[in-house]
């Protein structure tokens, strides 16, 4: 994603002759990034991108309370926009690209989404209150109110075996294998080469996500992150002043975001800012 998204801002830059004066929002790689609205809802959550049909799965809270939520789906092509039904509290997505498997997770379980009949059907292996779903190889979940982390497979569901003893609300695999998950404490990593639990920093972590190449990034209220899989050190993409629930990033590398009223995508402008060399550093 990050070659994908220097060559995109590079062909901005070329053009680019307006003054720093004007560099106010949101900054990526020293190019002013804009707003467009996808869709206005309230506080969107959890997304996932299917990038066989170019679709972002995600949920949504439906009432003033923040207590109700739903399954939705919005094409990124057509902008065809649907509610799941037959979720228990849809709240978690997660999407499996060789399978072609949209899994849903609600209050009493894992569900796979039908794109014919725009519905899900809920799977035998679990009755759990899923918090987060990430796929990765197998599909991992994390369970709510516990704050343990399994793995479901073959309509069965596992404690992950090197997580056992640890919180973890929000878990994500990267390309090699290594494991981080997030709890109240900050953002951890289980390396698979070492066998090896270490804490990263304190993060709070709202939402893990992969690019087209299974790049790890994750974001927090106000910020986006890139982990790099081979030294897991973070790298900070982009900064916000308001709330920000969640990101997913489309096969081109363009970041969609999840704030408290809409769903947007960022997209670059002519704006290079020279004077924000660090400001997301």
């Not at 998204?5 to 307006?18: H, N, P």
């Not at 725009?118 to 759990?128: C, E, F, I, S, Y």
Request: glycine residues 6%.
């Amino acid at each position: 994603m990050k070659v994908i998204l220097v060559v995109v801002l590079l062909s901005c830059y070329a053009e680019a002759q307006i003054p720093t004066d004007n560099c106010d929002g949101i900054i990526i790689e020293n190019i002013k990034h804009e707003h467009e609205v996808l869709k206005s809802l309230r506080m969107p959550y959890q997304l996932a991108m299917d990038y066989n049909t170019n679709t972002l799965f995600f949920s949504y809270s439906i009432d003033d309370e923040d207590t109700i939520y739903e399954s939705a789906y919005i094409n990124l092509k057509t902008n065809e926009f649907g509610i799941i039904p037959g979720i228990a509290a849809g709240f978690a997505n997660a999407v499996d690209e060789r399978g072609n498997v949209v899994y849903l997770g609600g209050s009493d379980g894992i569900y796979q989404f039908n794109y014919e009949t725009k519905v899900a059907t809920r799977l035998n292996g679990t009755d759990d209150n899923i918090w987060q779903l990430f796929f990765k190889e197998d599909l991992y979940y994390t369970k709510f109110p516990e704050e343990e982390i399994y793995i479901f497979k073959n309509n069965q569901s596992h404690r992950v075996p090197e997580l056992i003893g640890t919180k973890g609300m929000l878990v994500a695999v990267d390309n090699s294998d290594n494991i981080y998950f997030s709890n109240t404490t900050g953002l951890f990593v289980h390396k698979k080469i070492t066998d090896n639990t270490s804490f990263i920093a304190v993060y709070n972590v709202n939402g893990f996500t992969c690019d087209i190449n299974g790049e790890t990034f994750f974001s927090t209220p106000h910020g986006i992150y890139y982990i790099n899989d081979k030294t897991q050190e973070v790298e900070k993409i982009a900064s916000f002043d308001n709330n920000l629930y969640g990101i997913a990033i489309e096969p081109d590398g363009t970041i969609i975001c999840a704030l408290e009223d809409s769903l947007v995508r960022l997209k670059p402008t002519n704006t290079y800012c020279y004077g924000n060399e660090t400001k997301n550093q």
